[in-house]
T-cell receptor, first 112, second 111 residues
Framework: EPEVTQTPSHQVTQMGQEVILRCVPI?????FYWYRQILGQKVEFLVS????????KSEIFDDQFSVERPDGSNFTLKIRSTKLEDSAMYFC??????????FGPGTRLTVL | KQEVTQIPAALSVPEGENLVLNCSFT??????LQWFRQDPGKGLTSLLL?????REQTSGRLNASLDKSSGRSTLYIAASQPGDSATYLC??????????FGGGTRVLVKP
C-alpha cells in the first residue's frame, strides 16, 4: 500500500543552523502539507503546496521556513536558522484533493 | 478561527467495553472531518474520513458520526481491545485542505 515517507527520522542540530526535512508523498497525490507537533501540544498546520506553489501558510510559517518540490517525487521543508522553539515532530502529508490526508511517520527535530 | 476540542483528554476502560470519543468544533463551515490514531512517538494513522455532506462513516469496529450544525463528531469503537490503546485525534478540514486538530483523547484499554 502506498505511503508517505520522511527522512531523517531524527535530526539533531545546533541553534542557528539550517536543516532540510525530506518527504516523499504518495505518487499520484497533488496536494502536499507540512504540520508540526511540539511535545505535548496539538498538531499544527504549517503550509500547503499545490501546483508548485504555496496554497496557504500559517502564522508559524515565517521567513525562516521554505518549501520546495525539487523533483517529481520529493517535497522538502527548510528551516534557515533554527531556534530552540523549532524543536518538534514535523509531519508531511499528502492527498489527491478534498479527501483523506495521509501522513508520514514524522521527523523529530531537536535544536540544541 | 476554527477551534477543535476533544473531551475527555484521557479515558481508561476495561477490555470489551465500547469507547465513545467526542470532538467539537466552533466553525461549522467545514469540508470534512478526519479521525486519526497516534501511538506514542509515532505518526498519524488515518482511521476515518467523513465528508461534510455525510452523517456517518463506518470501518470495522469503528463508527464516526458528524453533526455539522451543532459542531460535533463522535467516534465509537466497539468491543475495545488492549491494542486500541493510543491517542485519538480529530481534525477538521476547511477550504484549502488545511486540517485543524484537536488535542486528542488518550485511551487506555485494560486487559
Amino acid at each position: 500500500e502506498p505511503e508517505v515517507t520522511q527522512t531523517p527520522s531524527h535530526q539533531v542540530t545546533q541553534m542557528g543552523q539550517e536543516v532540510i526535512l525530506r518527504c516523499v508523498p504518495i505518487s499520484n497525490h497533488l496536494y502536499f502539507y507540512w504540520y508540526r507537533q511540539i511535545l505535548g501540544q496539538k498538531v499544527e498546520f504549517l503550509v500547503s503546496f499545490y501546483n508548485n506553489e504555496i496554497s496557504e501558510k500559517s502564522e508559524i510559517f515565517d521567513d525562516q521556513f521554505s518549501v520546495e518540490r525539487p523533483d517529481g517525487s520529493n517535497f522538502t521543508l527548510k528551516i534557515r536558522s533554527t531556534k530552540l522553539e523549532d524543536s518538534a515532530m514535523y509531519f508531511c502529508a499528502s492527498n489527491a484533493g478534498y479527501n483523506e490526508q495521509f501522513f508520514g511517520p514524522g521527523t523529530r527535530l531537536t535544536v540544541l | 478561527k476554527q477551534e477543535v476540542t476533544q473531551i475527555p483528554a484521557a479515558l481508561s476502560v476495561p477490555e470489551g467495553e465500547n469507547l465513545v470519543l467526542n470532538c467539537s468544533f466552533t466553525d461549522s463551515a467545514i469540508y470534512n472531518l478526519q479521525w486519526f490514531r497516534q501511538d506514542p512517538g509515532k505518526g498519524l494513522t488515518s482511521l476515518l474520513l467523513i465528508q461534510s455532506s455525510q452523517r456517518e462513516q463506518t470501518s470495522g469496529r469503528l463508527n464516526a458520526s458528524l453533526d455539522k450544525s451543532s459542531g460535533r463528531s463522535t467516534l465509537y469503537i466497539a468491543a475495545s481491545q488492549p491494542g486500541d490503546s493510543a491517542t485519538y485525534l480529530c481534525a477538521v478540514g476547511a477550504a484549502g485542505n488545511k486540517l485543524t486538530f484537536g488535542g486528542g483523547t488518550r485511551v487506555l484499554v485494560k486487559p
